[in-house]
């Protein structure tokens, strides 16, 4: 039945037209081992975005086993600024690899048989999976959730996990075709002058001409993070030190709604919880105690970060005055009332680090109403969704 | 599949794909599987219908759409540039065609906000403008090196024989 099947679309094959006729693709960069050399390519920028990626989603909603250190403090600035890098440098490469394969798509007869069957199945949520992860990281690094209908980070992880899945599959099915491709070194029997002839671009010209489009886009977009680079980053979302107190803004008091509750004569922080005992302060009473200063980075989970100055009061001491020692889950609770990141959870290893602190002041001066005001939380090593911002509970849980 | 003398075959089944393939579509499949099933439990989140569209329709807009684009660009370049140029033509309009894809959520700007001025603060338009005038420069660059250093090629025949006359005599 299977052979009958397969021999009738053979015979209904277009003869004359169209991509599905033999030889309609005449580029030499219809190349097996372009294809091989890229998807080795692609599958290591997917694995590190996609490894970065469980780190970052592990930090925001953390399963019960899953401990981040305190230090060293810069280490989510590295794994979220590279998720980031290699997120964009993967457009180029997956936009050439699927130049490179697109023949196939014109395959006929389309299914030659069950494994073949299988085999190009399990491409759908691979190229879906890579187009939607690319398309959704970059969208919501240019602050554009219109396209979203849906909660990004939730999406992007599960179907982070379609894609690697699907990964797989595709790699054992060409593990045979891609030793070969790479043993044949058709590439490297080619002359420099080779493939300019009639076609323009040889197949290496074809790979430094997707590697220099990495770059670019790597450079210009994410490069801002770098000093001596942040002038080439002309296409990067934000200025690392453009904003309130030379450091950018995610969500302003007014996007929150608490310009007036911050503000308030009236405010006051409260600690309880599993405490002996219980307190309020005042903020005058809160910038009387004991200050410590720390410099820390603010990493943002849309990959940009940069370094500051901070000082308040740390939460270690706060808990020592409610009769707690520093090894406790604390739950800590914004003025903001709506929104995702209206509280986060302090786990002991950041509790107990002596620069996590309600900050009272950034880079020398009061905090802004943008960054926080009255006071926010400041962690080393965390993400900065979870460095709450204009703090009113501390919550010992 | 031919081996050299001293080498085993590659073990290969079902069509040149290696054994690893079935164990791959079982672990495969059911990784989608619970990711699946996981996208669905939290459906007030990840609205799977829309999802779905914005999953499938990027497939469809790639394949039935720019990648035919793609091909018909191509031909243009291959009818309009001169032989020798076009090589870093395509190079510059690959890098071009990326550029103006990822760009264009900044240059339009669609997620600035008034409250928040520290988004997208730079002129992207201009960034824009300016890294592609930087790689169309390069593409320059190598296409008139290119025909320099071919140009001293043809000389070279002729150079080598006068020197050949003067070398000095020790």
């Known amino acids: 039945m299977v052979r009958a099947t397969r021999s009738t679309l053979s015979r209904l ?10 030889d309609a693709f005449t580029s030499p960069l219809h190349d097996e081992r372009l294809a091989t050399v890229l998807g080795i390519t692609l599958g290591v920028t997917f694995t590190t975005c996609f490894a970065t990626g469980l780190i970052s989603h592990g930090l925001q909603h953390p399963p019960s086993w899953f401990r981040w250190p305190a230090r060293p403090v810069n280490l989510y ?33 389309p299914l030659r048989d069950v494994t073949h069957a299988v085999e190009r199945i399990s491409l759908i949520p691979l190229v879906g999976g890579a187009l939607f992860q690319l398309f959704t990281g970059t969208v919501n690094i240019a602050y554009w959730y219109r396209p979203m209908p849906f909660f990004f980070t939730v999406a992007h992880f599960w179907v982070a996990w379609i894609t690697i899945g699907a990964l797989l599959i595709h790699i054992a099915a060409k593990l045979t075709t891609a030793r070969s491709a790479l043993a044949n070194h058709p590439m490297a029997a080619e002359s420099p002058g080779q493939g300019r002839e009639d076609h323009g671009l040889s197949r290496r010209g074809f790979m430094g001409a997707v590697a220099a489009t990495g770059g670019v886009l790597a450079l210009t977009m994410t490069g801002d993070t770098i000093a001596p680079l942040d002038r080439l980053a002309v296409l990067a979302p934000r200025r690392v030190r453009h904003g309130p107190q030379h450091l950018p803004v995610n969500r ?60 308040g009061v740390p939460v270690r001491d706060l808990l020592a005055r409610a009769g ?41 001066e009061p905090l802004d109403l ?24 501390l919550v010992v849980q | 599949m031919s081996t050299t003398s001293g080498s085993p075959p590659a073990p290969v089944e079902d069509h040149g794909r290696s054994r690893l393939f079935w164990p791959s579509v079982v672990v495969g499949w059911s990784v989608m599987t619970w990711a699946l099933l996981g996208l669905l439990r939290q459906h007030r989140d990840t609205n799977p219908v829309a999802l779905g569209r914005l999953f499938l329709g990027l497939n469809l807009v790639h394949d039935l759409l720019l990648a035919p684009l793609v091909l018909v660009a191509g031909v243009f370049v291959r009818r309009l540039t001169p032989r020798r140029a076009r090589g870093p033509v395509q190079a510059a309009l690959l890098c071009t065609g990326v550029l103006l894809l990822v760009s264009e959520p900044f240059v339009r700007g669609y997620g600035r906000r008034r409250a928040n001025p520290s988004i997208l603060p730079n002129n992207y338009g201009h960034g824009l403008v300016v890294v592609l005038v930087g790689v169309w420069t390069v593409a320059m660059l190598i296409i008139a090196g290119d025909a320099l250093s071919r140009r001293r090629g043809r000389r070279r025949p002729s150079r080598s024989g006068a020197a050949a006359t003067h070398q000095p005599v020790s």
């Not at chain 1, 094959?13 to 033999?22: C, L, Q, W």
């Not at chain 1, 509280?343 to 880079?363: F, G, K, V």
């Open chain 1, 324 to 364: 707690v020692g520093p090894h406790a889950r604390v739950r800590v609770q914004s003025l903001e009332t709506n929104g995702t990141y209206a509280h986060s959870i302090l786990d002991a290893l950041h509790t107990e680090d002596r620069d996590t602190m309600l900050a009272l002041e950034l880079n020398g």
């Open chain 1, 370 to 393: 943008d960054h926080g005001f009255p006071c926010r939380l400041i962690t080393p090593n965390r993400a900065g969704v979870l460095q709450t911002k204009w703090v009113s509970r």
């Open chain 1, 13 to 22: 094959r277009p003869s004359s037209v169209g991509p599905v006729i033999e």
């Open chain 1, 252 to 311: 302003s008091a007014t996007e929150a709604d608490v310009v007036a509750r911050a503000q308030d004569p009236g405010y006051r922080l409260v600690v309880e919880g599993r405490v002996s005992n219980p307190y309020t302060l005042t903020l005058r009473e809160l910038r009387a105690m004991p200050q410590h200063s720390a410099g820390l980075p603010i990493t943002c989970v849309e990959g940009w970060s940069t370094a500051a100055r901070w000082r």
């Open chain 1, 77 to 109: 600035r590295v794994t979220q600024g590279l998720h980031v890098a290699s997120g964009i440098v993967s457009i180029p490469l997956l936009l050439a690899k699927l130049w490179v394969v697109y023949p196939r798509f014109w395959t006929w007869p």
